[in-house]
């Protein structure tokens, strides 16, 4: 397909098109630039955008969309694990339900990557996983998995084990636990390698939680701590400096009254969610400004929902909303883009309109950014997933 006569935010090098064209073949992006340099090809298929914005697909880089699914109690929550406070074993693949609603509603909205996994009851949740909005089975929906382990501060492992009048029910211990973990993990694998150096010496008895937290520690899977106080934003800073982890900070609330030690730190945050109350102790100071706060102040900041905290195809009105508070127009279209991937280490396939990326592109009429918005025109992976033409 080739799509021609649009002004393409590239979110890439290339910048803004102002009249350009994107050529797909087959699930990826052959090509793009503009109309004066394009070379037509013998029996393409070609549709003229007529001026039409056209943008990468939305990426949510942190949600639970498909764990606790859209009208349902119990029976569709597979979010929490809350029987022990360690969980690193646990999969969000095996958890997910691909027919969740929620899937259409995001790529109604041009949301075509999601990061979805664990909640937040545990100190160790699980892995998340990188997928698609678009499919019927959740192995052919996966980009990555894992993606990222889970991990959590604060108030949500508090409360879930305080009333369980289980460990941890203070941040002392959470944190403990987690270095207990990260510690074993650590010698189980020092054991492994020992073994396969010496023919005598056999190998440890199987660990799933050890054997899942060895690519955290090979720094080869990104460690996400969910932390909305600044003091919990510095102890996973503090734990991912002990064992050298490759850290991500989760939300970040509290972040904007930090954000020149963060950027110091040169860590990334997924912030949000942006559009809602302050329900418990740990959001009181919740501002839609905080992404443009962070921004500014050089920490590499991406907006995400939370789904569904808040539901999912509301994540470019969060953008449009940091833009209302002081967020950067570019910034705010590269914290739903190119930022979230980049960040969690998936922007060699997605954020961005490059050749080789995946065919992922989310046309509109009008400013994406407004409440009124809806895309004209959604691919996911090369395929018309809206059309509303």
């Known amino acids: 397909m080739l799509f021609t006569n649009a002004k393409i935010y590239t979110m890439a090098a290339a910048g803004v098109i102002p009249s350009g064209y994107v050529r797909i073949e ?69 958890a997910v339900n691909p027919t969740d609603r929620c899937f259409t509603e995001a790529l109604e909205a041009g949301v075509t990557t999601v990061l979805t996994g664990p909640g937040s009851a545990n100190p160790i949740g699980g892995q998340f996983a990188a997928l698609k909005t678009s499919g019927r089975r959740i192995d052919d929906m996966i980009l990555r998995a894992p993606v990222a382990m889970k991990f959590a501060l604060g108030e949500n492992p508090k409360s879930n084990y305080h009333g369980k009048s289980q460990m941890p029910v203070t941040r002392m211990a959470i944190a403990a636990l987690i270095r207990e973990q990260l510690e074993k993990a650590r010698r189980y694998g020092e054991d492994l390698a020992r073994a396969a ?122 953008a449009g909303l940091a833009l209302r508070e002081g967020m950067d127009y570019l910034s705010a279209l590269a914290a739903i883009t190119i930022r979230p991937a980049a960040i969690c280490g998936i922007d060699d396939r997605v954020g961005s309109i490059e050749p080789g990326k995946d065919a992922d592109l989310a046309v509109f009429r009008e400013d994406p950014l407004t409440l009124a918005a809806k895309p004209a025109l959604v691919l996911c992976g090369g395929e018309k997933a809206v059309d509303r033409r």
């Not at 503009?34 to 697909?57: K, N, V």
């Not at 991912?240 to 991500?248: I, M, P, R, S, T």
């Not at 609330?253 to 860590?267: K, V």
């Open 26 to 94: 087959g699930k990826r992006i052959k090509d793009c630039g503009p109309m004066e340099t394009l070379r037509r090809l013998p029996g393409e298929q070609e549709e003229d955008l007529a001026g039409a914005l056209c943008l990468p697909g939305f990426v949510d880089a942190h949600t639970h969309i498909g764990m606790w699914e859209d009208g349902l109690d119990f029976e569709g929550d597979d979010g929490n694990e809350d029987t022990d406070p360690t969980t690193p074993h646990l999969r969000a693949i095996d």
């Open 197 to 318: 150096a010496d023919e005598e010496l056999d190998k440890p008895e199987y660990d799933a939680k050890c054997e899942a937290l060895l690519p955290v520690l090979r720094r080869e899977l990104k460690a996400h701590f969910h932390a909305h106080r600044a003091d919990d934003i510095f102890t996973a800073i503090r734990i991912a400096k002990e064992f050298n982890l490759d850290y991500v900070i989760v939300h970040g609330t509290e972040g904007y009254q930090a954000a020149d030690l963060l950027a110091g730190e040169g860590c990334g945050v997924l912030n949000g969610p942006l559009l809602c109350d302050r329900s418990k102790p740990e959001l009181r100071a919740l501002t839609p400004a905080s992404a443009g706060l962070l921004d500014k102040a050089g920490v590499p900041t991406a907006i995400i929902t939370d789904h569904p905290v808040i539901p999912i195809q509301y994540l470019p009105l969060c």
